[in-house]
């Protein structure tokens, strides 16, 4: 298990390494002006020299990767002072330390990666695993159209509706907002509830379907059947046999939807005027913020990745074939 | 007084996409206690799906079932679930095809042979452990102490069927039904498999169903034999009377199509002609008529017509004259 | 203000669109979203009061504080802002959008500033100073005299010398963000002032005497090196005011702000929420404009025009002591709010001075008949529609904004009667100069609106003779590429805004041909001599009041002679608030919500 840890943070660094330079050179190769962000109005190709000349860009782009690079690991020194380690570098949109504004949004990013995955694991699964133990009766299309309904559903447009009635029409809550849990919980619980439920809705029907779909699976197999056979009873059966052969895809999905929910919910974000670091990545790429853009990138690829070792050390744990291979 | 195992009249239908499959249709026979019945016939013959429904592990909600299965004289059919869940794994138990799928792979060996001993009887989880044991020792697995918390997957394929025999077994039932026990086997774990089952037969005097394809396994194994062919039976007799002196065409193929050990290496298998009618829509008359090399010989339509009834006791679902088919006895 | 600001909007729209993979949400972000349902309606709801704002030079007294108070008002609560976009600057040497100009009239005082009465007129009057300042030498040399009492957010007096720093400072190389008309008018034109003071005051040095210089603590004197009648209103811009040379941390100062004004940095949560709180050193009594109603303004930024619209709309809890500097409202609610009689008294609907055009390439299009075709065949009306309709824009006629002082609503290609284009009159001036079926290179960024105008540009310009090839341009290099002098097109969508309401920002730097120049503003490329010696004529009227109808008829001469373009409409704010809120009025030369006087009801 060790080795296999190893071997895989490894190839997780490797990965990681990859896109970030990746994502550097793509920023040149692509059509973009970051000092035209910050040069005014009767902009010339002089005071864009000048500002080139401020942001570090107007050395050669593989220099500047290693000063990105190394700076994460030893920190750099700007002209507005020194940058201990991890050092990002300073935004080129509002020079601020990038590493203080990721440590900044991190947490409105967990929370609602957090409490909406444990909100759309809970009751997806759950209706799932109805819907499967009910399987042909008015449950199970009950929850099969629901699902489709929201399926066909779009955050935005839940958001929008949901803040429409929940908010502004019965006035059940305020509007939607970040408070961090260590101040309050329970304004950080009200505050993130419309988001949780909201980013849920899409999440719920995709995986009560495929929980569904898992479960039905399960149910035919030959194992099942054997546990069945030795006269089992029905949530023996149920819980025992066939959730166990379900749970290992479930877990693979939602290890990827959790760790891409770790990069940031953008729609989310910007539906309910929350800052994490989905609306960072965006504002990092409108603003051709490279320093921001670049560990916006890194985190979430981080992220991503390191969900993909617990997945499969998870993996691991619930299937002995791939524990004791 | 009736057999330990009573099946009369026996029907199984299912509803498919296509239509409505008459899996089973009319089938009746006994099995006493100490004995092995050997059923025998091709993939969907209906034989296993008789045994799925003998246990109820038939899908009810597609599936329907008419005649009676009687079990030491308690109507199975009309029976209530937890009254089946109570007999099975424990008066009656079934061992499947392949061990592999069989098994489920997420819990020890130990565990799944202990878990229906816990339940029927009781037993804690100690006593189940030790159980379980002496079960993998029962059926010959070596340093079943230590195996015992090994999982399916890191037994080989023998040792797999022995522990799901094992497992079929711990709670001593009366009834064994062993779906193509041996098929997934190679030929000299299959030998001993069989010979397991026997040795255990003979300690415990359960009576046995050994559902193959293979009449070579019957051979060696059963007592009585029952010969399938689409959902109903065409040939029955004492495992001698049916290998020896077989009366359905049926029957005589599938001798033709068995490979037997003492015959010359050079000789061809002649297998069947063609391949099972469909059961969404059976032919008329005899259904292996389209097969058979003898409708000629009964004459006229009545091959294609009139359905052959099979007797009571020893004999054959065939319009041939009793002995047509001599020049086949071996 | 400048076209950069605009274009920063649209890019940013764009970009944010494509990430986000058509979620609506993100499109409805920008005023020039979604096209409003407006129908051909080519006039608005008519809710411009400030149309012909009347702009003069304020007098001492008006120069005096106390500002006039606000009928009703009141002490106390505060006042929720939301914003679309996170503030780019709070240093206020580095301040040009229209979001961070209204908020630094909080926390920043500057030599001039821009008094606002009820109806809507504008005087430019002293705000440190204790007047808009004296010319000598033929308006070369301007003399400003600092009030009594001012102070800083310490209590610590503001001097004359504290005016200077804040000057010297633009000179350091990383103040690049601002306007920078007094270190050009003192020490020299486009980054060569910079020369004068490389690393401005920070190791000790300061500008010569002779070029700016403190006699004492309350007296400043600039020593341009041409006339500026103007100077009044460039010392009305964010960064002519005092900074305290032990506060100012560089690049650090844009999130800590040394205050000046009645209010002062409370909390910043950069990218996310600003807090200001009462500065208690602030004295009502030496400031005209600004009062101290409320306790604070919570600002918070990352609300979408829908999300504000809808909190202005529902009008609950705290929502209702809650207003927006510059959002608008969102384009799809337009109809919404218009219809809910409650909001009437609630919201503002206000031409701003910027301009939309499309410009004309003349080093291509030689031929000014076929200019005059373009102008008469434009659908003012449909690129507008395609921009928000009536609550976005108003038709323009002419280059230069009602929002601008000497307006006159001369419309020289009669596009008020047809706001779909005269395309029989241009294809009979086309036959006249035999150039019927002339192609036409018409470059457009490939942002959202900008591709729905290229559509109805097309089709109207195809309709009056044209052959329109059309030239998609990426919007992060579009700026660039049609401030290259040598650009291969022939027409491309310009916009401006005067930084103040005198046309002496308009008409020279579009229309002066001595500024033609890679990445200058004079996009058509016109170079008259006769508009250029006008040009100077105008510039050297001392009198700004003067001056402003001479440069309208200068303005509509190059509209109609000249033709290097088109005014396509001009930008309207529409602003809605909560019901909560009282004092709130509009600012016609920022284009925004003045919060100055707001109170909590």
């Known amino acids: 298990m060790l080795r296999f840890l190893a071997r895989r943070t490894l190839g997780a660094l490797v990965i990681i390494l990859l ?286 990745v390191l969900a993909n070792i617990v997945v499969d050390a998870a993996y691991a744990l619930i299937d002995p074939r791939v524990r004791l291979a | 007084m009736t057999a330990f195992l009573s099946v009369r009249d026996l029907s199984v239908r299912f509803a498919t996409e296509d239509g409505v499959v008459r899996a089973v249709d009319g089938l009746s026979f006994d099995v006493e206690r100490g004995r092995t019945l050997g059923i025998v016939g091709e993939s969907g013959s209906g034989k296993s799906v008789t045994n799925l429904s003998v246990l109820g592990l038939h899908d009810r909600r597609t599936t329907e079932i008419e005649g009676r299965i009687l079990l030491d004289g308690q109507d ?175 029957t005589w193929g599938l001798l033709g199509s068995m490979a037997r050990l003492t015959s010359p290496v050079d000789e061809p298998l002649t297998p069947i002609p063609g391949s099972p009618p469909s059961l969404l829509d059976p032919p008329p008359g005899c259904p292996f008529h389209p097969r058979c090399a003898y409708v000629a010989r009964v004459g006229g339509d009545r091959c294609r017509t009139e359905r052959p009834e099979l007797p009571e006791g020893r004999g054959a679902a065939c319009h041939l004259p009793d002995g047509a088919g001599k020049g086949r006895t071996r | 203000m400048s076209p950069t600001s605009r274009f920063r909007k649209d890019r940013a729209r764009l970009t944010t669109v494509a990430l986000a993979a058509g979620a609506v949400v993100l499109s409805a972000c920008s005023s020039g979203g979604g096209g409003g349902g407006d129908g051909g309606k080519s006039q608005g709801p008519g809710e411009d009061k400030t149309t012909s704002a009347n702009y003069s030079i304020g007098t001492k007294a008006d120069s005096t504080g106390p500002a006039p108070e606000v009928p009703g008002a009141k002490k106390g609560g505060t006042v929720g802002v939301l914003q679309r976009d996170a503030f780019n600057h709070l240093d206020p040497g580095q301040i040009y959008y229209i979001d961070v100009l209204t908020n630094q009239l909080l926390y920043n005082r500057t030599l001039t500033s821009y008094k606002i009465d009820d109806k809507g007129r504008v005087k430019v009057v002293g705000d440190l100073a204790t007047d808009a300042g004296t010319a000598s030498d033929g308006g070369k040399t301007w003399t400003f005299t600092l009030k009594d009492g001012l102070k800083f957010e310490d209590g610590s007096p503001i001097t004359a010398k504290d005016v200077r720093w804040g000057i010297e400072r633009l000179y350091a190389s990383y103040q690049s963000d601002g306007p920078l008309y007094i270190p050009q008018w003192l020490s020299g034109d486009g980054n060569d002032f910079r020369k004068a003071l490389p690393d401005g005051p920070y190791d000790g040095k ?224 086309l036959k006249e100069a035999g150039k019927l079926g002339q192609e036409i290179v018409y470059a457009y960024a490939n942002t959202d609106v900008q591709q729905k105008v290229s559509v109805v540009v097309t089709q109207a310009l195809e309709r009056a003779g044209f052959k329109v090839q059309k030239k998609e341009v990426d919007s992060n290099t579009w700026r660039t590429a049609i401030a290259d002098v040598k650009n291969k097109f022939d027409i491309y969508r310009t916009s401006w805004g005067a930084d103040w309401p005198v046309s002496s920002t308009v008409v020279p730097p579009l229309y002066d041909g001595r500024q033609i120049a890679d990445g200058a503003q004079n996009y058509g490329h016109l170079d008259n001599p006769e508009v250029n010696a006008d040009i100077d004529r105008i510039t050297a009227i001392p009198d700004v009041k003067r001056a402003a109808p001479e440069w309208q008829k200068l303005a509509d001469r190059i509209l109609t002679d000249d033709v290097p373009g088109v005014p396509v409409f001009y930008n309207r704010q529409f602003s809605l608030w909560g019901s909560g809120l009282g004092g709130i009025k509009y600012h016609p030369v920022y284009g925004s919500v003045d919060p100055t006087g707001v109170y909590v009801k």
């Not at chain 1, 109805?130 to 008015?138: E, K, Q, Y």
């Open chain 3, 206 to 429: 300061h500008l010569p005497p002779s070029v700016l210089d403190t006699p004492d603590d309350k007296t400043i004197v600039f020593h341009f090196r041409q006339p500026h009648a103007d100077a009044p209103f460039a010392t009305a811009m964010p960064n002519v005011a005092p900074v305290k040379a032990e506060k100012d941390t560089k690049q650090k100062y844009d999130n800590a702000p040394f205050s000046s004004g009645p209010y002062k940095v409370g909390d910043y949560k950069v990218g996310k929420s600003l807090t200001l709180v009462r500065n208690e050193h602030w004295d009502a009594k030496t400031d005209p404009i600004r009062h101290q109603y409320a306790d604070k303004f919570d600002i918070s930024f990352g609300h979408q025009y829908a999300d504000s619209t809808r909190r202005f709309l529902a009008d609950q809890g705290s929502d209702k002591n809650t207003l927006s500097f510059s959002n608008a409202v969102a384009p799809e609610m337009t109809e919404k709010v218009l219809n809910q009689p409650d909001t009437k008294a609630r919201r503002l609907l206000e031409v701003q001075p910027y301009v939309d055009y499309i410009s004309f390439n003349t080093d291509r299009l030689k031929d000014v008949r076929v200019r005059k075709a373009l102008a008469l065949a434009m659908p003012n009306g449909q690129i507008l529609q395609q921009n928000g309709g009536a609550t976005a824009g108003v038709i323009a006629t002419n280059f230069l904004s009602p929002a601008m002082d000497g307006y006159r609503p001369s419309d020289p290609f009669g596009k008020k009667a047809k706001p779909a284009g005269d395309p029989e009159k241009a294809k009979e001036l």
């Open chain 1, 19 to 304: 896109i970030s330079a990746i994502t550097f050179f793509l920023f040149f190769a692509l059509p973009s002006e970051p000092a035209l962000m910050s040069c005014g109005k009767n902009c010339t190709a002089d005071s864009l020299a000048v500002i080139n000349k401020n942001l570090g860009l107007d050395r050669p782009v593989p220099v500047q990767y290693w000063h990105y690079m190394a700076g994460i690991f030893t920190g750099r020194d700007f002209s507005a002072g020194h940058c201990p380690a991890p050092c990002f570098g300073y935004s080129f949109a509002n020079q601020q330390p990038v590493w203080d504004t990721i440590v900044d949004r991190f947490p409105t990013t967990l929370s609602i990666a957090l409490g909406g995955a444990t909100v759309f694991l809970v009751v997806g699964v759950g209706v799932g695993m109805l819907a499967a133990a009910f399987r042909g009766t008015w449950i199970d299309k009950l929850f099969s159209s629901l699902a489709l309904l929201g399926n066909a559903l779009q955050i935005y447009f839940v958001g929008v509706v949901a803040l429409a009635v929940l908010v502004s029409g019965l006035h059940w809550m305020d509007n939607p907002a970040y408070y961090p849990i260590t101040e309050d919980p329970v304004k950080w619980f009200t505050g993130m509830l419309i988001p949780w439920l909201v980013l849920s809705v899409i999440f719920i029907a995709s995986y009560s379907r495929m929980t569904r779909s898992l479960m039905i699976e399960q149910l035919s197999e030959d194992h099942v059947r054997t546990a069945r056979a030795k006269g089992l009873g029905r949530s023996a059966v149920f819980f025992r046999y066939a959730w166990r052969g379900a749970l290992a895809p479930i877990v693979t999905i939602f290890g990827i939807d959790l760790g891409s929910l770790f990069s940031g919910a953008i729609i989310t974000e910007f539906t309910f005027s929350l800052h994490g670091l989905g609306r960072l990545a965006v504002s990092s790429v409108t603003g051709t913020d490279l320093p921001m853009l670049m560990a916006v990138m890194l985190v979430g690829c981080t992220a991503i």
């Open chain 2, 76 to 250: 199975l059919t009309t029976a209530p679930e937890s009254v089946l869940e109570k007999l099975r794994g424990n008066r009656m138990a079934m061992i499947f095809q392949d061990s592999l799928t069989a098994l489920s792979p997420y819990y020890t060996v130990g565990r799944q042979i202990a878990e229906p001993f816990r339940k029927h009887t009781g037993a804690s989880r100690r006593e189940a452990r030790l159980r379980a044991v002496e079960m993998l020792e029962k059926v010959g697995i070596p340093n079943a102490a230590l195996r015992v918390d090994d999982y399916p997957h890191q037994f080989s394929g023998g040792m797999r069927q022995r522990a799901m025999i094992a497992m079929a077994l711990v709670c001593d039932p009366e009834l064994l039904i062993a779906d193509e026990p041996t098929t997934a086997l190679d030929v000299t774990v299959q030998a001993q498999i069989l010979d397991l089952l026997k040795d255990l037969q003979q300690q415990t005097g359960s009576a046995i169903v050994l559902i193959t394809h293979d009449l070579g396994v019957v051979a060696g194994t059963a007592d009585d034999v029952l010969v399938m062919y689409a959902g109903r039976a065409v040939e029955r007799g004492t495992a001698r009377e049916v290998l020896r002196s077989p009366r359905h065409p049926y």
